[in-house]
């Protein structure tokens, strides 16, 4: 005598629902990922100022300085270049922040730069200013490409620069000049810590806070979405370092 046992369906409101078996996590699989989120927020807390903030110097013979960093960066640059064997020193940057857009050459950064580089030591002969006009994005990369021209338009045969810059700013700025001057010249990178807050315990300062998450987001965009001047900004940035000297 066969016994018929009644199959389930899978199916129900006429065949418009239907029952699919799933698999979830446990509480030891949700404990496990909780493990790991937090060794990597750890690692990360841990890693980020100095992976930002780094410094790797080149043989070079022309040091470069971002106008727009603070005084004590500015004096960090001055020892720089009175320690070392360099030739000349380049102020870069464009408008001065707040001021709208650009004015003139001596509305930029590079300007107000090369007058503090001045003030705290570096002889005038051996400074150039080289502005740019790029104000609203991509000011970095702007800078560089000014300076790019600036070398082609002076015939200034350069092996390798190192740049000054602040702290958590350097390995975004080591890239976007990289891009901008291509494969030919070497590109150096030295980050001024910034004096407002300890580097080893950035996150209780809110301005270490503050710069290491904007950098961080900044360099993944450069890092990662980053598209590189039109011809047009190109002949932009030509045109203001032809008329940047000093």
């Not at 989120?37 to 890693?47: A, T």
Request: charged share 20%.
């Amino acid at each position: 005598m066969s016994v018929s046992i009644p199959i389930q369906s899978n199916r129900s409101k006429w065949g418009l629902l239907t029952r699919k078996e799933r698999w979830g996590l446990s509480w030891r699989g949700r404990l496990l990922i909780a493990v790991v989120v937090l060794l990597i927020g750890w690692f990360g807390l841990w890693n980020i100022y100095p992976f930002l903030a780094v410094t790797h110097r080149v043989s070079a013979n022309v040091l470069v300085v971002e106008g727009w960093i603070h005084e004590y960066g500015i004096r960090a640059a001055v020892r720089e270049f009175q320690s070392n064997h360099y030739e000349h020193v380049f102020a870069t940057g464009g408008p001065v922040v707040g001021s709208g857009g650009y004015i003139n050459d001596f509305y930029t950064s590079a300007s107000v730069g090369a007058d503090l580089l001045k003030k705290w030591g570096v002889p005038d002969e051996r400074l150039q200013m080289v502005p740019c006009r790029v104000m609203d994005r991509d000011r970095t990369y702007g800078s560089a490409v000014a300076l790019r021209n600036w070398f082609g338009n002076h015939n200034t045969a350069v092996s390798g620069i190192n740049v000054v810059t602040e702290d958590v700013h350097a390995r975004r700025t080591r890239l976007l000049f990289q891009k901008a001057l291509g494969d030919e010249i070497a590109v150096g990178i030295i980050a001024i810590p910034n004096p407002d807050y300890d580097a080893k315990r950035w996150w209780r300062y809110s301005a270490g806070l503050k710069e290491v998450v904007s950098e961080a987001a900044a360099y993944a965009y450069a890092r990662l979405l980053f598209k590189s001047f039109g011809a047009g900004a190109r002949k932009e940035s030509s045109h203001s370092s032809q008329n940047s000297l000093r």
